[in-house]
């Protein structure tokens, strides 16, 4: 199923992301999470993609499986900056084999040291192919602070705008702990013509070791009351974990509150993690109709 048909349902959805191995030893582990995730029935799940293209083979099985043994429709990550325009065809190919129907399509983050391949240089130009290359449904991001390396805020929405007028069917967002960030970003991109649909991407923060990741890779904005439970609770793992989550899901329910009707959780391979949420949400986003 694709998922711009499920959003066009207009209801509320709730979907998961999970992560592939980097290495063959763990992908039974990885396997098992995503099962188990996948066995909560969520409206669809991602799978992400390794930059480098290396683990690419398992971003589609996990795909293909989390769709053929659960029925849960599934969205495979795609990134470009380091493949080749040969090596993104081909897993083209595989995903199409397997009957996967929906991509996100992706640049992919600019390696340290920098090399990339020269056949890519911004997602809108993978978008652009891969509408000619099947009949996929496709998703990209969106950052509601701005991606890191562009100038400002409205730069980077007028190059969302190049990923829509390419093709793509809907937008998922970085994360942010701040819905007011998201609901002024919704204001300026429809403002700017973009009218696909926006899904939430948001991160139950578990560990506090995971906040200094965060603000280091991205600069996400932390608002004070999140500080707080860092502050209270970082150094009480079972403490920091039920707050994280506890605080996820308040953001999830002012979000459906206020229209925002796509929600998808960066679950990080955590089954049990996206099951407290699922079932704190079962009446807010309830069964399918
Ligand atoms: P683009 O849309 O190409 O934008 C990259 C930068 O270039 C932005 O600053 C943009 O403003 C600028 N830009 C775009 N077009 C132009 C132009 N024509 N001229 C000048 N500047 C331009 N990474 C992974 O490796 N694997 C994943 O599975 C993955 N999944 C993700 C899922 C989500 C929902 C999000 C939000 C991010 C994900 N990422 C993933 C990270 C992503 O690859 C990085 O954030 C990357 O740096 C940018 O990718 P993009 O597709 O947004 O790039």
Avoid at 81 to 103: A, C, M, P, Y
Avoid at 193 to 200: L, Q
Avoid at 225 to 233: G, H, L, S, T
Avoid at 263 to 277: Q, R, T
């Amino acid at each position: 199923m694709k998922i711009r048909d499920i959003l066009a349902e207009g209801r509320p959805t709730l979907s998961f992301e999970v992560f592939p191995p980097k290495t063959q030893d763990k992908y039974e582990s990885v396997e098992k999470a995503a099962f188990a995730i996948a066995a909560l029935k969520p409206d669809f799940m991602s799978v992400t993609y390794g930059a480098g293209g290396g683990t690419s083979q398992y971003t589609v099985q996990i795909a293909a499986d989390i769709k053929e043994r659960y029925g849960v429709p599934s969205l495979a990550h795609l990134t470009c900056v380091s493949s080749t325009r040969e090596k993104v065809h081909q897993v083209l190919e595989e995903l199409k084999e397997k009957g996967i129907e929906n991509i996100l399509a992706l640049r992919g983050d600019i390696p340290a040291d920098g090399k990339v391949e020269k056949d890519y240089q911004y997602a809108s130009q993978l978008i652009n192919e891969i509408k000619q290359a099947g009949d996929f449904c496709i998703g990209a991001a969106c950052y509601p602070e701005g991606h890191v390396e562009s100038v400002n805020k409205t730069e980077d929405i007028l190059h969302l705008k190049e990923k829509v007028d390419a093709g793509c069917d809907f937008v998922t967002t970085q994360m942010f702990f701040d819905n007011n960030i998201l609901y002024n970003y919704l204001y300026r991109i429809r403002e700017k013509g973009i009218t696909v649909p926006v899904i939430a991407g948001i991160m139950p923060v578990t560990h506090a070791s995971q906040v200094k990741r965060i603000c280091g890779m991205s600069g996400t904005y932390l608002p004070a009351r999140f500080k707080a439970i860092v502050d209270r609770f970082g150094d009480n793992p079972a403490a920091m974990k039920q707050a994280g989550i506890a605080y996820a899901t308040e953001q999830i329910i002012d979000l459906v509150a206020n229209g925002v009707n796509g929600i998808h959780v960066y679950s990080m391979n955590k089954p049990d993690v996206a099951a407290k949420i699922k079932e704190s949400l079962s009446e807010i986003i309830g069964p399918k109709a």
